[in-house]
């Protein structure tokens, strides 16, 4: 069965830290991954899609990365604002499904 | 920007009643979904759709829920018999060409069942 895995479940950073948010997953056979915001009560907001022929995406202060191999991705956050208080999910496709497993999340507060 | 929209935001209901939650996909996607999310657990697949077939679907897709495409345009989930534990936020979710490509999630609709 495949697992994934967020790490830390939550965090307290103040404002204008650089941080990075963990994703693990079990099944290496994995064909794309998206990280994802969730504010609370709210939906699921697309921060960035990485497949899985690439190593990394960007966008704006978001960094995400990819690592099939050891089964890991991580999404990097410069410069981190209050607005950027939210819970991060992971989720990813693996070949031969067509469904997203999602992670457990990380929920984040920045400080002001 | 096209967006994925649901009806409605906030769904009632007794225990035993059937619901139908309604989803406009974005227009020219070809793949969708209904996932849900009991209160502080994780998001959780239910179904996928193409072709007005299923393509997959989870053990808590059981009988008593079902998906439609009645017109083209909107994505339906219907829950036949509700139960205290289907509440929970419910999410569609649409993809463009690719099966495997970026998914776009509507805002989701909280059903409460009691």
């Known amino acids: 069965k495949q697992e994934v895995t967020q790490i830390p479940a939550a965090l307290s950073v103040p404002e204008g830290e650089n941080l990075v948010l963990n994703c693990s997953f079990t099944?290496?056979?994995?064909?794309?991954l998206q990280w994802f915001r969730q504010d609370p009560g709210k939906g699921l907001t697309s921060l960035l899609l990485?497949?899985?022929?690439?190593r990394e995406q960007t966008s704006g202060r978001l960094n995400a990365s990819l690592d099939k191999s050891s089964g890991r991705s991580t999404l990097y956050i410069a410069a981190s604002q209050p607005g950027d208080s939210a819970t991060y999910l992971c989720?990813?496709?693996?070949?031969?499904?067509?469904?997203?497993?999602f992670g457990t999340g990380t929920r984040l507060k920045v400080l002001a | 920007e096209p967006e994925v929209t649901q009806t409605p935001s906030h769904q009632v209901t007794q225990m035993g009643q059937e619901v139908i939650l309604r989803c406009v996909p974005i227009?020219?996607?070809?793949?969708f979904y209904w996932y849900r999310q009991i209160l502080g657990q994780k998001v959780e697949f239910l179904v996928s759709?193409?072709?007005?077939?299923?393509?997959?679907k989870s053990e808590i897709f059981d009988d008593q829920f079902s998906v439609e495409r009645p017109d083209g345009s909107n994505f339906t989930l219907k829950i036949r018999s509700t139960k205290l534990e289907d509440s929970a936020m419910y999410f569609c979710?649409?993809?463009?060409?690719?099966?495997?490509?970026?998914?776009?999630f509507g805002p989701g609709t909280r059903l409460t069942v009691t």
């Open positions: 989720a990813f496709y693996t070949s031969g499904t067509y469904k997203y497993i």
């Open positions: 979710a649409s993809t463009g060409t690719g099966v495997k490509s970026e998914q776009y």
């Open positions: 759709f193409y072709n007005n077939e299923i393509s997959e």
């Open positions: 099944d290496s056979a994995i064909y794309n």
């Open positions: 990485i497949q899985s022929s690439q």
């Open positions: 227009s020219n996607h070809l793949y």
